[in-house]
């Protein structure tokens, strides 16, 4: 009984060995099968003969849908560094790719000159619709009410483009022409609004006409200011130009030297008789094309100014509060290109001069006189300015 279970087991052990033998054998000969082809790849891949370096790095990857988009980025012809070091110049992708697949070399190709004629289409598309264009809106006045500071707010915005010197086109040179008028202007896209500003249009009597005869949808903008204010501080100009060799302003305001007797041909008083110059431009332009500007807000409060000025003007709401900042030693507000700027662009000098101090009489007769002119001023705009 023993002896035949011992051989039995015997057997079993015969049978298991052969059969690890037989795997391992198989085992042994994968092996060296794969030593021999690993090596073979290897001599295939980095011969130096058949695959150079250069060659090597500047195969393109399988970027197959996608590389229509990365064609901007990724130029066909050199391929200069990547980390480690230098590499040297790479072969065309499009002749490397001739030598993988032509088909696919072709379509690249095809795909690479349709795509480079829309980038030219578009290109020259953009220059032909970037032009000089006549203004869509014009500052017309009033001289020293703020009309510079509202220009250099307005410059901000990115939909705005404005000329830089007053053109006095439809007051000084309108015998020109409006081809003339136009080159003044600057390029602009058509989403572009063009603008320009010229103090004196509001009051010269020729200009409404003449505006509405280039465009009757033409936008006004007009800033005004206490109009005893307003004079001092163009009297103070006038000052500045010539040198102090002037008249006093008393002499010139009233007549004889009497208070009580306004010298309305001078121009720093008739300018403030904002009515008046205000019914030229009703008779020509309707109300709803016209939009008034608080001179003394621009200053306190620019940013609600200017939210108002660009829904008049169409414009989305890009100048805010936050665009501002006060200069201290002159009280007057600098406006910031971008938010986070620490620094704002602020008016010149002349901007915010130091008024002479003028006896109290002459203020108050200068109140009296405008003081009818305002309330009707009021009533018209149907605004409130509150000068006293």
Same mark, same amino acid.
């Given at each position: 009984?023993?002896?035949?279970?011992?051989?039995?087991?015997?057997?079993?052990?015969?049978?298991?060995?052969?059969?690890?033998?037989?795997? $391992?054998?198989?085992?042994?000969?994968?092996?060296c099968l794969f030593s021999f082809n690993n090596q073979h790849l290897f001599r295939?891949?980095?011969?130096?003969?058949?695959?150079?370096?250069?060659? %090597?790095?500047?195969?393109? /990857?399988?970027? *197959?849908?996608?590389?229509?988009?990365?064609?901007?980025?990724?130029?066909?012809?050199?391929?200069?560094?990547?980390?480690? *070091?230098?590499?040297?110049?790479?072969?065309? @992708?499009k002749e490397q790719l001739k030598h993988d697949d032509p088909r696919?070399?072709?379509?690249?190709?095809?795909?690479?000159?349709? #795509?480079?004629?829309?980038?030219?289409?578009?290109?020259?598309?953009?220059?032909?619709?970037?032009?000089?264009?006549?203004?869509?809106?014009?500052?017309? *006045?009033?001289?020293?009410?703020?009309?510079?500071?509202?220009?250099?707010?307005?410059?901000?915005?990115?939909?705005?483009?404005?000329?830089?010197?007053?053109?006095?086109? @439809?007051?000084?040179?309108?015998?020109?022409? /409006?081809?003339?008028?136009?080159?003044?202007?600057?390029?602009?896209?058509?989403?572009?609004?063009?603008?320009?500003?010229?103090?004196?249009?509001?009051?010269?009597?020729?200009?409404? #006409?003449?505006? %509405?005869?280039?465009?009757?949808?033409?936008?006004?903008?007009?800033?005004?200011?206490?109009?005893?204010?307003?004079?001092? #501080?163009?009297?103070?100009?006038?000052?500045?130009?010539?040198? $102090?060799?002037?008249?006093?302003?008393?002499? #010139?305001?009233? /007549?004889?030297?009497?208070?009580?007797? +306004?010298?309305?041909?001078?121009?720093?008083?008739?300018?403030?008789?904002?009515?008046?110059? /205000?019914?030229?431009?009703?008779?020509?332009?309707?109300?709803?094309?016209?939009?008034?500007?608080?001179?003394?807000?621009?200053?306190?409060?620019?940013?609600?100014?200017?939210?108002?000025?660009?829904? @008049?003007?169409?414009?989305?709401? %890009?100048?805010?509060?936050?665009?501002?900042?006060?200069?201290?030693?002159?009280? @007057?507000?600098?406006?910031?290109?971008?938010?986070?700027?620490?620094? *704002?662009?602020?008016?010149?000098?002349?901007?915010?001069?130091?008024?002479?101090?003028?006896?109290?009489?002459?203020?108050?007769?200068?109140?009296?006189?405008?003081?009818?002119?305002?309330?009707?001023?009021?009533?018209?705009?149907?605004?409130? %300015?509150?000068? +006293?």
């Amino acid at each position: 009984m023993l002896g035949v279970m011992a051989s039995k087991t015997i057997r079993k052990i015969r049978r298991k060995s052969w059969c690890t033998f037989i795997s $391992g054998l198989c085992s042994l000969v994968l092996l060296c099968l794969f030593s021999f082809n690993n090596q073979h790849l290897f001599r295939e891949t980095w011969d130096s003969k058949k695959n150079p370096s250069s060659k %090597f790095y500047s195969r393109p /990857l399988e970027m *197959g849908y996608h590389y229509r988009n990365l064609q901007n980025v990724i130029h066909y012809g050199n391929v200069s560094q990547i980390q480690s *070091g230098v590499i040297s110049e790479g072969t065309l @992708f499009k002749e490397q790719l001739k030598h993988d697949d032509p088909r696919r070399s072709k379509t690249l190709t095809e795909e690479a000159k349709v #795509s480079g004629k829309t980038d030219k289409l578009y290109s020259m598309d953009m220059e032909k619709e970037r032009k000089r264009r006549l203004p869509q809106a014009i500052i017309i *006045g009033v001289k020293k009410g703020g009309t510079r500071a509202l220009l250099e707010f307005l410059r901000v915005h990115p939909d705005v483009q404005a000329t830089g010197p007053e053109p006095h086109f @439809f007051d000084k040179h309108y015998h020109k022409g /409006l081809e003339w008028y136009r080159m003044l202007m600057p390029e602009t896209m058509p989403n572009q609004l063009t603008i320009e500003k010229t103090p004196s249009y509001f009051v010269t009597k020729e200009v409404p #006409s003449r505006i %509405f005869k280039m465009s009757n949808s033409t936008k006004l903008l007009l800033v005004v200011r206490d109009p005893v204010t307003r004079a001092i #501080s163009d009297y103070t100009q006038i000052l500045s130009k010539h040198g $102090g060799k002037i008249k006093s302003f008393q002499s #010139s305001a009233f /007549l004889n030297n009497d208070t009580t007797k +306004i010298n309305t041909s001078w121009i720093v008083i008739r300018i403030g008789l904002y009515v008046k110059h /205000l019914e030229n431009w009703l008779s020509v332009f309707p109300s709803e094309q016209i939009h008034f500007v608080h001179g003394e807000n621009l200053v306190t409060n620019p940013g609600e100014e200017m939210k108002k000025v660009q829904n @008049f003007l169409g414009l989305k709401q %890009f100048i805010t509060e936050q665009h501002f900042l006060i200069n201290k030693s002159r009280g @007057f507000p600098c406006i910031k290109k971008k938010i986070t700027n620490k620094r *704002g662009h602020c008016l010149d000098e002349t901007k915010g001069r130091k008024h002479p101090k003028l006896p109290a009489d002459v203020i108050s007769s200068l109140k009296r006189f405008y003081r009818p002119y305002n309330e009707k001023f009021y009533q018209v705009t149907n605004i409130n %300015f509150n000068w +006293i």
